[in-house]
C-alpha cells in the first residue's frame, strides 16, 4: 500500500503538488492514495485516489501499511 500524506491547507499548496504526486505514480508503476484536507483537487486524475485526512480514517490504513 502506497500513499502521500499532504498537510497543506490550501488549494494552492495542493495544486502545486500534483505533478509531483502524479510523477511518482508514474514512476512506481500504481495508482496512490492520497490524504489531504482538499481531497477534490485530486478528484479527477486518475492515477490517484484522494481520501479525506482524518484522524479516523488514517489510523486503519497506517495499520494496515505496517503489516
Known sequence: MTGFLLCGEGYGDMICM?????KTARQLGRELDVWTKRPEVFA???SLHPRM???SALEPYLAEAAC
Open 44 to 46: 479527477n486524475i486518475l
Open 18 to 22: 500534483i505533478p509531483t504526486v502524479e
Open 53 to 55: 485526512s482524518d484522524d
